[in-house]
């Protein structure tokens, strides 16, 4: 059975500091991989994607694959209130469905 | 990316009714899902809506409660029939195109 595993948190990060979130996974052949952030009582919104190994940065977030590892992570650049939610990370292979983490809950600290 | 609005937003209904909601897509998607959660947890599939043929489930949710309908590659429909307190949940349509998958705003229902 496919898992995607996540500290559930909470998380506290002061207001300025680099928020690191973490997601293992357990198939070796998933090829897409996601994180979701998902404010209290709204849906999930994507803000990251990555396919390959490496880095991949977009504004103040990082996303990192390490395929050999089977982990990918979140980085959040000066941290702000703002960012306090709950990150799901979510991998798949091809067309099949989406496997979700249980998402770990960050509080960004005034 | 793709934006996909939901009818309703939320609903209160009476134990034994049933409730159609609607997902519509901007745009031409490969594939929608349904998904259920329940507060404080993360999401679960109930099932992929195929267009032109019968819903995919997942284990534990069956046709006869949870009837999907998707006539074309923007719509579709989930009824939830029958209804207990227990399907009390927040209930999401998903749409995938390409790689990427974003979700509706969810209808939030309420079974008294």
């Known amino acids: 059975q496919k898992e995607v595993e996540q500290n559930s948190g909470p998380l506290s990060v002061p207001e300025g500091a680099i928020a690191s979130l973490n997601c293992t996974y357990s198939?070796?052949?998933?090829?897409?991989f996601f994180w979701y952030r998902q404010y209290s009582g709204k849906s999930p919104e994507l803000i990251m994607s990555?396919?390959?190994?490496g880095d991949k940065e977009d504004g103040r977030f990082t996303a990192q694959l390490n395929k050999a590892s089977q982990y990918v992570s979140l980085l959040i650049r000066d941290s702000q209130p703002s960012d306090s939610a709950t990150y799901l990370c979510a991998v798949t292979y091809g067309n099949e469905k989406l496997t979700f983490g249980t998402g770990t809950r960050l509080t960004i600290i005034p | 990316s793709a934006v996909i609005s939901q009818k309703p937003s939320r609903d209160i209904c009476q134990r034994g009714t049933s409730l159609t909601i609607q997902c519509q897509v901007d745009s031409q998607v490969t594939m929608m899902f349904w998904y259920r959660q329940q507060p404080g947890q993360s999401l679960t599939l109930i099932a992929t809506?195929?267009?032109?043929?019968?819903?995919?489930?997942e284990s534990g949710f069956v046709i006869d409660k949870f009837p999907i309908s998707r006539p074309n590659l923007t719509f579709s429909t989930l009824t939830v029939s029958n209804m207990s307190p227990e399907d009390s949940s927040i209930y999401l349509c998903?749409?995938?195109?390409?790689?990427?998958?974003?979700f509706g705003p969810g209808t939030r229902l309420t079974v008294t």
């Open positions: 809506a195929n267009q032109g043929s019968e819903a995919t489930y």
């Open positions: 198939d070796r052949v998933s090829q897409s």
């Open positions: 998903s749409a995938r195109g390409g790689y990427e998958q974003y």
């Open positions: 990555i396919y390959s190994n």
